[in-house]
Structure formats: C-alpha cells, structure tokens
T-cell receptor, first 113, second 113 residues
Framework: GNSVTQMEGPVTLSEEAFLTINCTYT??????LFWYVQYPGEGLQLLLK?????DKGSNKGFEATYRKETTSFHLEKGSVQVSDSAVYFC????????????FGSGTQLTVLP | GAVVSQHPSWVICKSGTSVKIECRSL??????MFWYRQFPKQSLMLMAT?????????EQGVEKDKFLINHASLTLSTLTVTSAHPEDSSFYIC?????????FGQGTRLTVV
C-alpha cells in the first residue's frame, strides 16, 4: 500500500534560516504529491503540489520537487519567517484522486524572532 | 478555495458517552466527505468515506458501529463516536473537494476521560 515517511519534529529555527523538511514515499503507479500546512486553530491548507516526476511545486517561498528516482518530495524554504510557524504534512494520492490522501506524520515548525 | 467548517474544535467527554462531530461545506456541494483520525506523533489515517444519501465505506479495522457516519445532505456530514473510551481520544478531521485539491475542516480534538 501507499505510505509517506516524514521527518520528525519538532523543528525550531531562527527567522531567516533555511528550512528543509524531508519526505519520502512508497506508492504503486504515479502518485500526486502534496504539502499541506496547518496553522494553529485552522484546518489543513494546500501549500503546494506536484503531479508528475521532476515537477516543482512552489508557493509563498516554499518549494518541493517530485523526485521519482529517490521517491522524495522534500520541502524547502530559503528564509523562514515567524508567520511560517505551523504543522506541515506531506501527502500523496493516487493519480487523479486528490481527495483521498495518505499522510505523513506531520512536522511542527516553530520560527523564533 | 472552498471552505469546510468543522465543529467542535475540541471536546472533553466522559467515558461511555457519545460525541457528535459536524462538518459542513459552506460554499460547495460535498457529495463525498473523508474522515481522518490522527493519534499523537502518528499520521492522519483515513477512517471512512461518506457519500451523500448512501452508507459510508469504512477502512479496515475501523468499527462502523462505534463511529457512526451520516451524510444526509450535500452540505453536512457527521461523525458520532458512540460509547467513547479513553483510547478514542484523538484528533479527527474531515475533508472534501474536487479532484485536484482536498479542503479540510479545522479538526476536532477529542479527549475522553
């Protein structure tokens, strides 16, 4: 079956530091890959996605590249802000069905001023 | 994006009582709603899929008589945890949406004492 392994947290960084949150997956076929973010007291929101190998998803300064050869989708940001403090979830879905997702365990990020 | 409203955001209940969690789609018709559960330091796991006007589909290992799902309208799906016990304490979250993106509720933190 499908599975997602995500870097354990919590992660604490100073403002303007570089962020990497690792994510690897196991899936049959060609899944779509997602990063979701959950700010305190809110629901999960789509941060970025990639639907095929070598695609790069990007949003709000965050980037992740779909690497089929390493089955990875690591999240990166060059300079984090306090407002980026949240829980980040890596997820995958079978191609064409983004509604039903397999999630990683989530990574709590805290950015200190 | 579309909005899914979930409540309550947190609830504490006594062992043996039942708790109802509601998810409403505010600006679209949700023919399908997915219900997930997350135990501490673990992934969000799909519990069941509810379809408007028909019986829910439960994932393996999820007791359908304990987790009652009702999806009587296109804008409302409910999850009732019946005869709750401390081991049911968890984070429950619903989602719905189209084929390219899932929209999540805010989640419900259930604590059974």
């Amino acid at each position: 079956g499908n599975s997602v392994t995500q870097m354990e947290g919590p992660v604490t960084l100073s403002e303007e530091a570089f962020l990497t949150i690792n994510c690897t997956y196991t899936a049959t076929g060609y899944p779509s890959l997602f990063w979701y973010v959950q700010y305190p007291g809110e629901g999960l929101q789509l941060l970025l996605k990639a639907t095929k190998a070598d695609d790069k998803g990007s949003n709000k300064g965050f980037e992740a590249t779909y690497r089929k050869e390493t089955t990875s989708f690591h999240l990166e940001k060059g300079s984090v802000q306090v407002s980026d403090s949240a829980v980040y979830f890596c997820a995958l879905s079978d191609q064409g069905s983004a509604r039903q997702l397999t999630f990683g365990s989530g990574t709590q990020l805290t950015v200190l001023p | 994006g579309a909005v899914v409203s979930q409540h309550p955001s947190w609830v504490i209940c006594k062992s043996g009582t039942s708790v109802k969690i509601e998810c409403r789609s505010l600006d679209f018709q949700a023919t399908t709603m997915f219900w997930y559960r997350q135990f501490p330091k673990q992934s969000l796991m799909l519990m069941a899929t509810s379809n408007e006007g028909s019986k829910a589909t439960y994932e393996q290992g999820v007791e359908k008589d304990k987790f009652l799902i009702n999806h009587a309208s296109l804008t409302l799906s409910t999850l009732t945890v019946t005869s709750a016990h401390p081991e049911d304490s968890s984070f429950y979250i619903c989602s719905s949406g189209g084929n390219t993106e899932a929209f999540f509720g805010q989640g419900t933190r259930l604590t059974v004492v």
